[in-house]
């Protein structure tokens, strides 16, 4: 991905995850989706716990 896209002004007070983390994220995400993924997940509300 080259592009990179300026933030709007009202957006920058709302984001999480700063291009640090963002990269860790990525990074963790390429090198063991498994993982990466069911963590993730584990931050949603299921009424039934995820699967496969």
Request: hydrophobic residues 35%; charged residues 35%.
């Amino acid at each position: 991905m080259s592009e990179m896209f300026e933030i709007p002004q009202n957006f920058q007070g709302s984001v999480w995850a700063d291009d640090e983390k963002y990269q860790q994220m990525y990074r963790e995400s390429v090198e063991n989706p498994e993982a990466f993924w069911a963590e993730q997940a584990e931050r949603v509300h299921w009424f039934k716990k995820w699967d496969k």
